[in-house]
């Protein structure tokens, strides 16, 4: 396996800066649903989602820092459910 | 055979031995991937029978048009255990759990599967979630009524223990999950020198595309039963319009998983299939690699067509032709299979067997259950039978026809390999015809029905559909009468009958070339595999 011995421990400062980016992310994602923008809505609620998402994997779950096969299966996965949820819009855009 | 011989128990041998535990903690708490096969077996199995009451129960009201045998509220949640216990029960962890855990790590070369505790654990949340969902049947206000597709509106609304009910699934959403899990792992990792990919089993190649579905599709099942907990104790509106939320979208949640799940169901049957007409006709499989390719094709494409089951929910119109187009698509590989077994037949030194003739009727139920599934994925047709009988006669066609026979079918081709001792050819094959007739007489009147007209999920009905209805039910009866009679024979075989002896088929696959009960860890020396496993002219070598 690729993955490497040192366990790469995060510095406090670190973990509480993205902190701050998920809840300052939050705070957007409340905005964006007070304001009517119409299907903008939606995929500015998802395109936060995602980088809300992405923060998350990438420092606390430290997928950053793990080797390929792991990525590779992550992103696998991702990216059937990314499958999923598009084929939904053929209803949801065209209704 | 001398009468002391006879009188000896049927599981002297193999992994039936002690093994340091005693009693009924040797089973439960047991790692071995052939104990824990048939704990899967007696619980998938019991529940199957529960199931048949129940079938039988919805069958006997439906005898005439104006039973007075029960109440509509009792009609619904007949109906809903019914669907509840028969799928995520009995079809969808019954042959994975029951014969995948006994015959497919054999089938490989392999001692277990690459995670013997985490196999235990699998069946212990099976455990769980089925009594949760029997606690959920006499406790709270009642069973639940919604049907076994759980849609709301009604489902966050009744009063009924859903909740429970939904938690129980949940559970069994885990067990299914982990399953997938060990067996991907096991496949890739644990085959005996030589098991090279194209010599794999069919039945172990489907197990293999089953367990794919198994990993990524029960998530989805999770999340949706989560959100009706949400719905039904916090009130999130999520799928409430009023609150600006979207019914539809938990149609489309629940057949994510719902449709990929058919397929959990029958690609293990379609495997046992495979691997049985070979040996019964005497002659390789035709087609290998494109048998095994259409189990990952329909696995890959069968996940992307769940909107069928949705074209009169009000979904978009580009919806419903995407997804009728993309059905169609789907029937492409499962014709391949299809084609593939008849092919191998031809021209075979076909041997009429039980196992033989419960394999051959899956070949003609599922495709009559196929080809009545395009009529429901045209859009334009489905709109007329949409919610009919011709539905349930269709996915009964299937599932019963479909993935139970073949479930049978492997009763009747493994089980003596497991026991040790086989049961009487004679009344098998009286029980599998009675089956095959009553099954036929049943279900094929209902889809006749719901051609004309009558509409599922109803206790009461117009007095024009009385006559066919009637003669669905006696049908119940006969498939009922059959069922009895297959089993009484199977089981007073397994524990009573004659030696099975090593390989009573002929069969060239791994498990027939280690010992009748097959030893705890199957082989004595780790296996070199020198042919493929329809090579019958070095059948009993590895
Ligand atoms: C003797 C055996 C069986 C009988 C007599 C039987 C009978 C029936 C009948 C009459 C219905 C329709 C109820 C209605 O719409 O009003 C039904 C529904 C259903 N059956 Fe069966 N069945 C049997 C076996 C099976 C098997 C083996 C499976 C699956 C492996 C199965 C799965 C289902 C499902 C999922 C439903 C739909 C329940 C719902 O509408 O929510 N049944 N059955
Ligand atoms: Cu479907």
């Known amino acids: 396996m690729t993955h490497e011995q040192t366990p790469h421990i995060l510095s406090y400062g670190k973990l509480t800066l993205v902190w701050l980016t998920l809840l300052a992310l939050t705070a957007l994602t409340v905005w964006v649903a007070h304001h009517n923008v119409g299907i903008g809505h939606v995929w500015g609620s998802l395109a936060i989602a995602c980088l809300k998402s992405g923060l998350v994997i990438a420092f606390f779950m430290h997928m950053k820092y793990e080797g390929r096969l792991l990525r590779w299966l992550l992103f696998t996965a991702l990216a059937i459910l990314a499958i999923f949820i598009g084929f939904t819009f053929f209803d949801v855009l065209y209704r | ?542």
């Open chain 2, 1 to 542: 055979m001398s009468s002391a011989e006879q009188a000896q128990p049927c599981t002297e041998g193999g992994f039936w031995r002690d093994t340091g535990r005693t009693g009924i903690t040797s089973w439960i708490f047991s790692t071995d991937h052939k104990r824990i096969g048939l704990l899967y077996f007696y619980s998938t199995f019991g529940f199957f029978l529960v199931g048949v009451m129940l079938g039988l129960l919805i069958r006997l009201d439906l005898m005439t048009p104006a039973s007075t045998l029960m109440g509509p509220q009792t009609y619904n949640a007949l109906f809903t255990v019914h669907g509840v216990v028969m799928i995520f029960l009995f079809i969808i962890p019954g042959m994975p759990g029951a014969f995948g855990n006994l015959v497919m790590p054999i089938q490989i070369g392999a001692r277990d599967v690459a995670f013997p505790r985490l196999n235990l654990f699998s069946w212990w949340l099976y455990i769980i979630g089925a009594g949760i969902i029997l606690t959920s049947l006499f406790t709270g206000n009642g069973p639940p009524d919604t049907g076994w597709t759980f849609y709301v509106p009604f489902s966050a609304r009744t009063s009924t223990n859903v909740s429970l009910a939904v938690l129980g699934v949940f559970t069994i959403g885990f067990s299914s999950i982990l399953t997938g899990l060990n067996f991907i792992t096991t496949i890739h990792r644990l085959r005996a020198e030589g098991m090279t990919w194209g010599r794999l089993p069919l039945f172990t190649w489907s197990l293999y595309a089953t367990a794919w579905i198994q990993l990524l599709a029960t998530p989805v099942l999770g999340i949706t039963l989560a959100l009706i907990l949400a719905e039904r104790l916090l009130g999130t509106g999520l799928f409430d319009p009023t609150r600006g939320g979207d019914p539809i979208m938990y149609q489309h949640l629940f057949w994510i998983y719902s449709h990929p799940a058919v397929y959990i169901m029958i690609l293990p049957g379609m495997g046992v299939v495979s691997d049985i007409i070979p040996v019964f006709a005497r002659k390789p499989i035709f087609g290998y690699k494109m048998i095994a390719f259409s189990s990952l094709a329909i696995a890959a494409a069968g996940s992307l067509v769940w909107g069928h089951h949705m074209f009169t929910s009000g979904m978009s119109d580009t919806a419903i032709l995407v997804f009728s187009f993309l059905t169609f698509i789907v029937a492409i590989p499962s014709a391949i299979k299809v084609f593939n077994w008849v092919s191998t037949l031809y021209k075979g030194s076909i041997s009429l067997e039980a196992p033989m003739l419960f394999a051959l009727s899956f070949i003609l139920l599922f495709s009559i259950g196929g080809l009545t599934g395009l009529i429901l994925g045209a859009a334009a047709t489905d709109i007329h039978v949409h919610d009919t009988d011709f539905v349930v006669g269709h996915f009964h066609y299937v599932m019963f026809g479909g993935a139970g026979f073949a479930f049978i079918a492997a009763m009747h081709y493994w089980l003596p390999k497991f026991y040790g001792r086989r049961y009487a050819e004679k009344p098998a094959i009286v029980g599998w015809a009675l089956m095959f007739v009553g099954f036929n007489v049943l279900y094929f009147s209902m889809m006749v029905l719901g051609l004309k007209g009558m509409p599922r999920r109803y206790y009461h009905y117009l007095p024009e559909f009385a006559p066919l209805n009637l003669v669905a039910t006696i049908g119940s009866w006969i498939l009922a009468l059959g069922l009895i009679i297959m089993l009484v024979n199977l089981f007073r075989g397994l524990f009573r009958g004659e030696p099975a002896g090593d390989n009573p088929w002929g069969g060239a696959t791994l498990e027939w070339s280690i010992p009748t009960p097959p030893a705890t860890e199957n082989f004595e020396q780790e296996p070199v595999v020198t042919h493929g496993p329809y090579d019958f002219t070095r059948t009993g070598e590895p």
